[in-house]
């Protein structure tokens, strides 16, 4: 099982910027995927940005050249710097985290999200 805590939202005027913060009870390494998810009120869900164990990242196209998903492997933590938000950025933010075990068995864990809220 992994545990994330996530951490870093809040509000922010158009334009500025926060970091996330998730952190697994696991060694990353061991963890196939880590990535966010975000979900504002009346919207499905939406990914936001993966990395893998390899530390392969891709980006939903409307937050490319604007988040940064990165890693401390020796923190177990991945985090999501996001620049340049805009008020359709508000949303409350997951963190997940998609392990494969090596009898092929499927897990996927979320963490309990964060509010990030651009206004101004």
């Known amino acids: 099982q992994v545990h994330l805590v996530e951490s870093g939202g809040g509000l922010v005027q158009p334009g500025g910027s926060l970091k996330l913060s998730c952190a697994a009870s696991r060694n990353i390494f061991s963890i196939n995927a880590m990535g966010w998810y975000r979900q504002a009120p009346g919207k499905e869900r939406e990914l936001v940005a993966t990395?893998?164990?390899?530390?392969?990242?891709n980006y939903a196209d409307s937050m490319k050249g604007r988040f940064t998903i990165s890693r401390d492997v020796a923190k177990n933590t991945v985090y999501l710097q996001m620049n340049s938000l805009k008020p359709e950025d508000t949303a409350v933010y997951y963190c997940?985290?998609?392990?494969?075990?090596?009898?092929?068995?499927?897990?996927?864990?979320w963490g309990q999200g964060t509010q990030v809220t651009v206004s101004s």
């Open positions: 997940f985290a998609h392990l494969i075990t090596m009898a092929t068995m499927t897990y996927d864990y």
């Open positions: 990395i893998t164990s390899r530390g392969t990242t």
